[in-house]
């Protein structure tokens, strides 16, 4: 793969001499141009930059010296192959950069890269580069950096290690954290027991067990476990916990709450009408003990995605935490759907979401539910709980159980 950078700080690139990304370049499979941009300004000052018509603090890069280094870049590089370049230019506001988007890059035998300063580049620039190559603006993420260079150094790293040769053992790439939707499982190496300065740290017995199988399935748990605490956003897309791909997932924050009570009074009151029992947690909390709610349990929430029918809505909610005094049982409670979308499968998703959510100290899922609440007694009954005998963790409820499969 051929790879052009121009950038007013070529030594910036430097970094792309070691490691695997130099090793790779040294193999070959890698040819890498670093450009310097003030070649190609031409004044005694190799001025690259002026001040931006219509006012305003900072100066724009000059779109002539941007002109005539990509057209030299396009000269220097076309080849029967690859006649032109897909040119990449960084900037807060492009298309998120992803892994999705690094194979797909990885499939190119050019690249190009014009890596902006001060302000940006002048607009016509894109203009005159779409006119001859593909052009993408590629954002490294929702921050402001100072210039392109971090962003090329991030995405050249992340193409070019997708490769063929250029990571030993490929293997190593199929587990990684955003390869399927995961975050990656915990690593350990040697000793198997760590004594941290007085305090043993010893490593997960399952993988000291030789049991391929049993290590697989506990990696596996752990890429669920984590993604679904740290992004639930990833876990709600993946396969892992199917039925919430339509939805934005993410961690509950006490700016959700005034909608949290809205939605549990809503979902509570045909609980109490049901069991004539209205002095119930759901029904008689205040704002304050929602927002308490918060910070004692892992809350997540659903809500329709931007370009949905209700943008933003809040259409469902659940929330889990190990039981305070027991880590071996996982309770999960306050799982809430908007009445008017009840029975579609959102509750088993966001059911399913909450347990992966678990750690694989837990054995034991738990919640609780009216014990005449029917509906509500089928839906964890289909979901693998049973009723546990006797009267519930709260007056007129039932306590039901799964366990966790090993
Ligand atoms: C290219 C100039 C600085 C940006 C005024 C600060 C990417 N994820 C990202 N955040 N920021 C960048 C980025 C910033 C850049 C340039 C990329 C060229 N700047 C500008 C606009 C506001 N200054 C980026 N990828």
């Known amino acids: 793969m051929r790879l052009d950078v121009v950038s007013i700080f070529p030594e910036y690139l430097a970094p792309l001499d070691l ?20 070649g190609f300004a031409h004044d005694r000052h190799h001025t690259v930059d002026d001040t931006p018509f219509g006012g305003g603090a900072g100066m724009v890069m000059k779109p002539e010296p941007w002109a005539e280094a990509l057209d030299h870049v396009l000269d220097a590089g076309a080849t029967e192959g690859a006649p032109v370049p897909h040119l990449l230019v960084p900037g807060p506001g492009g298309v998120p950069f992803s892994q999705a988007m690094a194979h797909a890059l990885a499939e190119e035998p050019w690249l190009a890269f014009a890596c902006g300063r001060y302000e940006g580049i002048d607009e016509r620039v894109y203009e005159h580069a779409a006119e001859r190559m593909p052009v993408t603006v590629v ?46 499982y915990p690593v350990y190496t040697r000793p198997a027991l760590w004594d941290d300065d007085g305090t043993p740290r010893e490593v997960p017995a399952v993988l000291r067990s030789g049991d391929h199988a049993a290590v697989a399935r506990w990696r596996q748990e752990q890429r669920v476990a984590r993604t679904v605490a740290r992004r639930p956003d990833l876990a ?29 009074r809503a979902c509570w009151a045909p609980e109490g009408r049901i069991s004539g029992e209205w002095s119930i947690p759901p029904l008689e909390e205040t704002l304050e003990d929602v927002r308490r709610g918060l910070a004692d349990w892992t809350t997540w929430v659903a809500r329709v995605p931007a370009g ?23 309770e999960t409670g306050r799982l809430m759907v908007a009445p008017d979308l009840q029975g579609a499968g959102l509750g088993r998703a966001l059911l399913a979401l909450a347990e992966a959510g678990a750690p694989t100290s837990v054995r034991t899922y738990w919640l609780n539910t009216g014990r005449v609440s029917e509906a509500n007694l089928r839906r964890y009954r289909r979901a693998g709980y049973r009723p546990v005998p006797g009267e519930g963790s709260f007056p007129g409820t039932v306590d039901l159980t799964r366990a966790r499969r090993p």
Request: aromatic share 2%.
């Open 19 to 38: 490691s695997l990304i130099g090793k790779a370049r040294r193999e070959g499979v890698l040819d890498l141009h670093v450009h310097d941009l003030r």
């Open 139 to 184: 954002s490294l993420g929702d921050y402001v950096l100072g210039g392109g260079e971090v962003a090329v150094l991030a995405v050249v790293e992340a193409v070019a290690r997708l490769l063929p040769g250029v990571v030993g053992n490929a293997e190593s790439l199929v587990e990684e954290s955003h390869e399927g939707g995961l975050l990656e």
């Open 308 to 330: 949905g029918s209700a943008p933003g809505r809040l259409v469902g909610s659940v929330r889990g935490r190990v039981r305070p005094g027991d880590p071996s049982v996982w």
């Open 236 to 264: 709600a897309a993946s396969a892992a916990v199917g039925g919430l791909e339509d939805l934005q997932v993410r961690a509950a924050v006490p700016a959700d709450a005034p909608e949290l009570l809205v939605l549990q």
